[in-house]
């Protein structure tokens, strides 16, 4: 909740946070935000964390996934977070259930990684198959293994003021953490954030307002969106329609996180919201898809893990 | 959450829903959203089905309500809830203790009123005296007797799309009931709440958002508050400044639900947030204070108490 100086209308000179942005002052270009490097700047601390944890008590962090069935992009998404733990030294494992099993499997699943002592942090993979329930299975979760931040309880502390949730989101984390680095003013400034699910929209909308920013969240009842995110100093957008958002959507001077991720088939890579091409012209800094804020997401996964076993644990690193 | 047709730019013949708005057409002013009416009319509802009630069953609601020393603006709010339910034949009992009381003896309370079968919503009544923790006694109350709709499990599932919370805010749901009442319609349109209490602001922008308007918050980080609220189609207002909205805040033709209410010793009555003359002059309706959306509050107090008497006796009226 810190205020951080705005310094995004740089000068070329700066340095420091300037490591995690790539800019070219020939003409008008966005800087391009490095979410790789700081990932790996986060996954570094952690990995460092850990191991004092590890010396210090003999226990390391364990995060347990629950995956069922065999969507693609489930199977890529929970590869690339074993291996993020594998990095930094948290222990993963992963409980494996096929697509037609029932409820009271996956609750079963749940409820012995709820008791598993070695196991810190809880994911079910989303989406689950359409015969489940995820509200039912999500709030089964206990709410100190919540690492992604979806239980009710933890959702409904994070939008009130004054309360502290156990565990926020790792996407919003990760928005909030890369405009901290990139050293973006939040407090009073005006962030628009395009679309509300449940996993991004929702909570960094909530987020961005406990950071004092004035937000306002555009959807598809919207009329005329652009109206809204042309007004934005920070526009995040999570929706999942390649080029949605185009030049005139944006502020000059806009910082643009693009949280959106579609696999497009002719490029064989995903792509985001926002037309990266147009929004160079115009953005002061943007973050590409892929390499923006996905691998942040990630480390603050790992980050949600090991807070979560340092609880457990009450644990706490010496400085 | 429906869809109603938007009928605030109307002629002067309306019928029906113009039976709550009074409206002076030789210049023009504001339709006066008349909150009592509305209050009455659904109280006279609820108290049918609570008769009903107790003919079929031979049951009535209950509210428990805690209250913590002797602030007069408590006590009024107490006396006004409480005479409410006797009007519409739902039992209250209202649990009394010392300013100085202990945080256990207030859980107690809470505690006997949790497992009192007669008792179907509890209400902790706001502000609690500085050495009690409000988070702690809120959380307290049972999810399923929560009519106030502060638990943070009712709060996350008010925020989260595709889930159902238990109970809404009265406030918030005070408003939204206003707005269904004068035909406003919601859907799509620009919504900006002022104002972001746990009481008030926050579930209703929650709540807008829920109902599809592309919602704003604006609160006391906000630089220049007048250019975000003079595009608003929907103006709440939740801060306790008298006159803090003045007539360039608003875009002509805006919906004004004025949630403020502040006593003002000179006039020896609430005022609101909204400077009402200027509003006047520039918004299709709005709700006055007093008189306006507390009522309808109140009354919403009530419907949430009723529906926990009936999922508690599984009774459902046969229309």
């Known amino acids: 909740m810190r205020d951080r100086p705005d310094i995004w209308c740089t000068s070329p000179s700066t340095s420091g946070v300037s490591s995690h942005l790539t800019h070219d002052y020939n003409e008008h270009t966005a800087a391009e935000i490095n979410g790789r490097l700081i990932a790996n700047e986060i996954k570094a601390t952690l990995a460092t964390e850990v191991s004092n944890m590890k010396n210090s008590i003999n226990k390391v962090p364990g995060l347990g996934v629950i995956l069922v069935g065999k969507r693609k992009d489930s199977l890529t998404f929970v590869r690339i977070k074993k291996k993020a733990c594998e990095q930094v030294g948290i222990a993963s494992v992963v409980t494996e259930l096929p697509e037609d099993c029932t409820e009271s499997e996956v609750l079963d699943a749940v409820s012995m990684l709820n008791h598993n002592e070695s196991v810190h942090g809880i994911l079910v993979q989303l989406p689950l198959p359409n015969h489940l329930c995820e509200e039912k299975i999500i709030n089964a979760v206990k709410v100190e293994k919540d690492v992604d931040g979806f239980h009710p309880v933890n959702m409904g502390n994070l939008a009130m003021r004054g309360r502290e949730p ?9 928005c909030i953490e890369v405009l901290n680095r990139c050293s973006v003013e939040i407090l009073g400034k005006k962030a628009v954030v395009i679309g509300r699910s449940m996993i991004t929209g929702l909570p960094t909308s909530l987020l961005l307002q406990r950071h004092h920013a004035t937000v306002s969240v555009v959807h598809s009842f919207t009329k005329n969106p652009e109206e809204i995110t042309c007004e934005a100093d920070i526009l ?5 329609v390649p080029n949605l958002v185009r030049s005139h959507w944006l502020k000059p001077g806009v910082v643009v996180i693009d949280m959106g991720s579609t696999l497009v088939k002719e490029k064989k890579n995903s792509c985001g919201d926002v037309c990266y091409e147009e929004a160079m012209h115009k953005a002061s800094a943007i973050t590409p898809v892929p390499g923006g804020v996905g691998p942040v997401t990630i480390s603050m996964l790992l980050s949600n893990t090991l807070e979560a076993a340092k609880r457990a644990y009450q ?3 010496k400085s």
């Open 166 to 174: 156990l565990f926020i989101p790792c996407a919003s984390l990760g």
């Open 315 to 317: 644990w706490t690193q």
């Open 236 to 240: 995040v957008s999570d929706v999942g």
